[in-house]
């Protein structure tokens, strides 16, 4: 009698641990599918932002100035106030440009 109460719980042991084998192998397979689709989709968005930040026409900004500038600093390293006009110039010149770029591109 104890015996084939034993062979019944093992034989329901058997049969739940080939349940929760079969459970976790489908729940591994959707996982990975998943994981497959979302990788596919982080490539292609990611795609479409490089494809997007490349195609805007990245011009340097008040590259003149910039350049007076910094021969200024170059020819004045001592005196380094005499470029304060130049410097306040070309502030004022980055912020117009950052101005341009917010409202066209904002």
Do not use: W
Request: with cysteine; glycine share 2%.
């Amino acid at each position: 009698m104890m015996a084939q109460q034993l062979q019944k719980k093992d034989a329901q042991l058997k049969a739940l641990d080939a349940f929760y084998k079969e459970q976790m192998a489908q729940l591994e397979k959707r996982n990975s599918e998943k994981y497959i689709q979302s990788k596919q989709e982080f490539h292609s968005a990611a795609s479409k932002t490089e494809e997007n930040v490349r195609s805007r026409n990245m011009n340097p900004v008040c590259s003149g100035l910039q350049a007076q500038i910094l021969s200024c600093y170059r020819d004045n390293g001592d005196q380094t106030l005499r470029c304060s006009d130049l410097a306040k110039q070309y502030m004022q010149c980055i912020n117009a440009a950052k101005k341009n770029l917010l409202v066209n591109h904002g």
